[in-house]
């Protein structure tokens, strides 16, 4: 069974602790953040935005 080019051993650790491996992916991640839709974007297309990861009173 082959690998992909982006596919990696399940122990591989990356020397810099990058989440992106190379320039060419760090591109594309990009081009993908981009695109992300806001979450009011979603709500107009009746889909559920992601969910708050905190609340006010959690700060303190």
């Known amino acids: 069974m082959s690998k ?3 596919e990696l051993d399940k122990n591989y650790e990356p020397e ?4 992106a491996h190379d320039m060419e992916e760090m591109e594309q991640l990009g ?4 695109k992300l839709r806001t979450n009011e974007e ?4 009746k889909k559920q ?3 708050v990861q905190y609340k006010e009173r959690d700060k303190e």
Do not use: V
């Not at 979603?42 to 297309?45: A, G, N, S």
């Open 31 to 34: 081009k993908q953040m981009d």
């Open 4 to 6: 992909s080019k982006h």
């Open 42 to 45: 979603l709500k107009e297309d």
């Open 16 to 19: 810099n602790g990058s989440m």
């Open 49 to 51: 935005p992601d969910p």
